[in-house]
């Protein structure tokens, strides 16, 4: 891991979990349970996803709606025996703001499959600009990565950041590990030569 | 959690609810053998008379039947879950008799402190029109997952029905207006 994404993986840890385990210990006994326990293990990760690439609360706010509502439909599909949840949900949160960009460029508005827009109240606004405030690291790493191809990003974003394993990664960008693992050291080989050239 | 991510998660249940619990979740390389406990899907009975029973025998003739539905003599109905994993066969079923409301159950560790059926109540928002319903899993209501019997031991252990909810089929836990902006 390169030097500076060391250290922002060291500040995402200290960052309070924004999560409470409601499970009662055992496994989960239903569909419904077991759904819960993946949005409670992933929610504030792809919250931090969308604020890295979103100042707009709202927008956070909707992306991760769309993405979990796209995993509702999708639940039945998805076998933990062949990824991590976390990796399945960066795939569709991949998806979900490759859209939202076409979308925004179309001048059509993003996402609202909740029964539509929800507005969100002040209290949530506050807590998400909190939200996207906590991501300014990343949001500086990832522009220090800005003149890699938007794979390398990818993937020190999702490796380096988010603490996915390469195969892992590999499956949430739809490439195979020894294509994902090139683009991941030859991302990190950039952003050193690039650190050399600034020191 | 946040109350954005708490609002998002009482969206998706209200809105997706029924989806989710109605979810055939893959159970890798044991397709027929309970690998844990999980959600069971059965009906309101739209059955015959009093002291009906159907028994959709899926397991081998030695075996008992994977689930058991009876009218009882109140008009409640119970369903006897004995196989978890024959439950969205059983669903598919009694969906395609014209029932029009579902059965959710959730297990918790540990023995039943009661043995018997347990009867359920209707999900939050839920339009549930049918008669109670009870479910029993196992002949007791425990259920024991031995070492060796699920792939990678996975849930092994005592369990027992903590509760069960029912959804109505058609508008079930969605009150409207859910997002609306």
């Not at chain 1, 200290?14 to 569909?31: L, M």
Request: proline fraction near 6%; aromatic fraction near 4%.
């Amino acid at each position: 891991m390169s030097t500076e994404a060391s250290a922002l993986v060291r500040t995402m840890r200290e960052r309070p979990v924004a999560v409470r385990a409601r499970s009662r210990g055992g496994p989960p006994s239903s569909p419904l349970e077991e759904f819960e326990q993946v949005y409670l293990r992933n929610v504030d990760v792809l919250m931090g996803y969308f604020a890295r690439r979103c100042r707009d609360p709202q927008t956070v706010a909707d992306l991760t709606s769309e993405t979990f509502v796209r995993a509702v439909d999708g639940f039945a599909r998805f076998d933990p025996s062949r990824g991590s949840d976390r990796a399945w949900l960066f795939g569709i949160a991949t998806h979900v703001f490759a859209s939202h960009c076409e979308q925004s460029a179309g001048g059509r508005d993003a996402v609202a499959r909740l029964g539509g827009h929800r507005p969100l109240d002040e209290d949530e606004i506050e807590e998400l600009a909190e939200r996207i405030d906590a991501e300014s690291e990343g949001v500086a790493l990832m522009r220090r990565c800005a003149q890699l191809p938007a794979v390398e990003r990818a993937a020190i974003e999702l490796v380096d950041l988010e603490e996915l394993t390469p195969k892992e990664a590999a499956l949430a960008l739809g490439v195979s590990r020894v294509a994902f693992r090139k683009r991941l050291s030859r991302a990190r080989s950039r952003l050193r030569k690039e650190q050399h050239s600034n020191d | 959690m946040t109350k954005f991510t708490d609002h998002l998660w009482s969206d998706l249940v209200r809105e997706h609810g029924p989806t989710l619990a109605h979810a055939d979740r893959p159970e890798p390389g044991r397709a027929h053998l309970l690998r844990r406990p999980r959600v069971l899907a059965g009906s309101t009975l739209g059955l015959a008379g009093v002291g009906t029973a159907l028994v959709l025998a899926l397991g081998a003739a030695s075996s008992p039947p994977a689930y058991a539905v009876t009218t009882n003599s109140d008009g409640s109905v119970t369903v006897q879950i004995n196989v978890a994993s024959s439950l969205s066969q059983a669903n598919a079923k009694l969906g395609a008799m014209g029932i029009d409301e579902r059965l959710e159950i959730f297990m918790a560790s540990g023995p039943a402190a009661v043995s018997g059926p347990v009867t359920c109540t209707p999900a939050p928002g839920a339009n549930v029109s049918g008669p109670p319903l009870k479910v029993l899993v196992g002949t007791d209501g425990t259920e024991v997952i031995s070492p060796g019997q699920t792939g990678g031991n996975t849930g092994v252990g005592t369990y027992h029905l903590d509760h069960c909810v029912v959804w109505g089929d058609t508008g079930s836990g969605n009150s409207g207006n859910t997002g609306a902006g």
